[in-house]
């Protein structure tokens, strides 16, 4: 059994940037969106690598990557994500911040997946992120399922298990560290994957080529996307309080720090 | 005027968890914020002890999507369930519990119903006389107050925000909703869970301990003591009944085939892209503090962390206490002090 897999995934904000919120004219917007540093969202990119993986094993899959997002700025962050897997990619250009709708969002991503030539959608396994590291909502996958009539759905992912007849065992996280074991008769299906279980791929300098050969163009061919936040008022955007003052306790007896530790627990 | 739903699905028992209680609490807030009645819809193999247990909440009608295909958490006859429901209250503002099975179908089903949905809400407050939601953007880094035009709205509530209410129960008289047929090409296996004596993830422990990849790394003897390390741990968590979490790189290290912690998973990661917890207490140890798994800690409410280096992250006002010393030393006494 082959799959066609669309991976859905975008881009935020290195996690070790200095994140500040300004009003833009939109809404609210990040300080120098634009300059800061990205990468590929943190559950996407599993979401990809599970793809990459699940593909090898299935010959004559075929891995998509479909992003909506600034186009220059995913073109940077295409530089590092290419030199992984193997993968076609698909851009709608537009904002990808944490402020822009979920809906408006896979309506789009909705868009770019009916435009892609040859997929076949009773292969179609429709990957990304349990949630973004921007929006956070956990919801764009499930809009982008119903958008495209895909009714078996799974969310928080770490497992996909494929037998020889097309069904496959999927384990989704659920509550107090546990899973949830299901098995579907096979694809289609939407899956919003947590962490999987691969490590990230080292770099591979000859798949970076070979995918960034379709990347340019598909850059370059990249249609707008019509994403925003109408009819949502943000009535505040805002930093956490202030910081901890943090009391550092140095050059202290073990047994005087284990003691205050143990009086803190019981406390 | 509004017209509020509150949904819910009660647990394997039968009974609505401490999540969904928290809900309600929401809910009722809100209903009494904006002058509006409200009715609860709950789906589930069977529901009415569940709607029993709160009979006495208030709601003007309680409605029902119950029977076999529902007993198992499943995306397309969840769905259809809470559709259905959302249609027969003729809800446009929703209020739910963000469990697993709702995070996984509400979204869907807002789609359905034309409407929008705003998940892992921490906060639900009525402002000129509209819903206000707050909720975490950036992965904890910001957090935003909004409202919207769209209906219906469909609202998760996130756990531990809100203060659930006990002495509800009654008789209720539900109002069957009738399904939709679904034909699920999904069969729900079951569960995995480890067994309880061996559980580590205890979301409702008091307090969490947080495994860094320092436990993992070369001592003073210039050897690394996993062994040792694991004992530390799970000796504490054995006499304090903790949680256990885990940085994004202490975890990786097993997926790279480096010889770690065996009991730590992915499901033990805190931070950007793990867990993000609630317990009163934290202690951090072996652990550098920085953004990506702090992140994490946003609603840990008294942090403490144990780490060698001064100038970790911890020390920059992302704990109350920093103690700088050998977490194998401070550990090895805390667990003596702590006893069997």
Not at chain 1, 181 to 201: D, H, I, K, M, Y
Not at chain 1, 208 to 236: C, S
Not at chain 2, 277 to 287: S, V, Y
């Amino acid at each position: 059994m082959s799959y066609h897999i669309v991976v859905c995934g975008s881009i935020v904000p290195d996690p070790l940037q200095t994140l500040e919120p300004v009003a833009g004219p939109g809404g609210p917007a990040l300080k120098n969106e634009m300059m800061l540093p990205a990468v590929l969202d943190p559950w996407a990119a599993h979401a990809l690598y599970e793809a990459a993986n699940l593909a090898k094993a299935a010959p004559g899959s075929r891995v998509w990557l479909v992003s909506v997002g600034p186009k220059a700025k995913l073109q940077q962050v295409m530089m590092h994500v290419a030199q992984k897997v193997p993968f076609e990619l698909v851009v709608m250009d537009g904002p990808a911040g944490g402020f822009v709708e979920a809906a408006d969002t896979a309506a789009a991503l909705a868009q770019a997946v009916e435009g892609i030539a040859g997929l076949e959608k009773d292969r179609l396994l429709l990957f990304g992120g349990w949630s973004s590291a921007s929006r956070g909502t956990g919801a764009t996958m499930q809009i982008l399922g119903e958008l495209l009539g895909v009714t078996e759905q799974f969310q928080g992912v770490d497992e996909l298990r494929p037998a020889d007849d097309g069904s496959f065992e999927v384990k989704e996280r659920i509550e107090g560290g546990g899973y949830l074991r299901s098995r579907c008769a096979g694809a289609p299906a939407v899956l919003g994957w947590a962490t999987g279980n691969l490590p990230e791929p080292p770099n591979n300098p000859q798949v970076g080529m070979q995918n960034m050969r379709l990347i340019m163009p598909a850059l370059q061919k990249a249609r707008p996307a019509a994403v925003g936040a109408a009819g949502v008022a943000y009535k505040a955007v805002e930093l956490p309080g202030a910081r901890r003052q943090t009391r550092i306790v140095k050059d202290a007896p073990v047994d005087d720090i284990a003691r205050e530790i143990v009086e803190w627990i019981k406390g | 005027m509004e017209k509020i739903l509150y949904l819910a699905h009660p647990e394997e028992n039968g009974a609505l968890g401490r999540t969904a209680l928290e809900a309600l609490a929401a809910a009722r807030g809100l209903a009494a914020g904006l002058g509006a009645e409200f009715s609860v819809g709950l789906l589930g193999g069977s529901v009415q002890a569940a709607a029993d247990s709160i009979a006495a909440c208030g709601a003007a009608a309680f409605f029902a999507a119950q029977g076999e295909a529902l007993a198992a958490s499943r995306y397309s006859t969840d769905a259809a369930a809470c559709e259905a429901l959302c249609r027969a209250a003729g809800a446009t503002v929703v209020v739910a519990p963000a469990t697993a099975r709702l995070a996984r179908c509400l979204p869907g089903v807002a789609q359905r119903l034309g409407g929008r949905v705003d998940s892992n809400c921490t906060g639900l407050t009525v402002e000129g006389g509209a819903p206000l939601v707050s909720r975490w953007y950036y992965r904890q880094r910001m957090v935003a107050a909004q409202t919207r035009e769209q209906r219906p709205w469909v609202i998760t509530v996130a756990p531990c925000c809100f203060i659930a209410e006990e002495n509800l129960g009654g008789s209720a008289s539900l109002q069957a909703v009738a399904l939709p047929a679904v034909t699920p090409r999904t069969e729900v296996l079951g569960i995995d869970a480890p067994a309880a004596d061996e559980q580590t993830i205890r979301p409702e422990a008091e307090m969490l301990l947080v495994a860094g990849a320092g436990w993992t790394k070369k001592q003073a003897d210039g050897q690394s003591h996993p062994e040792e390390a694991a004992g530390h741990i799970l000796g504490f968590l054995e006499r304090t009944k903790a949680s256990l979490g885990s940085s994004k790189s202490l975890v990786d290290l097993s997926g790279e085939g480096q010889s770690v912690l065996p009991f730590l998973t992915h499901l033990h990661q805190v931070g950007q892209t793990g867990a993000t917890p609630r317990h009163k207490k934290g202690l951090a140890t072996c652990c550098h503090g920085e953004e990506p798994h702090v992140v994490g800690w946003r609603f840990i409410t008294e942090r403490r962390a144990v780490n060698l280096d001064a100038g970790c992250g911890w020390a920059q006002g992302k704990a109350d206490v920093l103690y700088v010393a050998d977490a194998f030393a401070v550990m090895a006494k805390v667990n003596e002090l702590l006893g069997k």
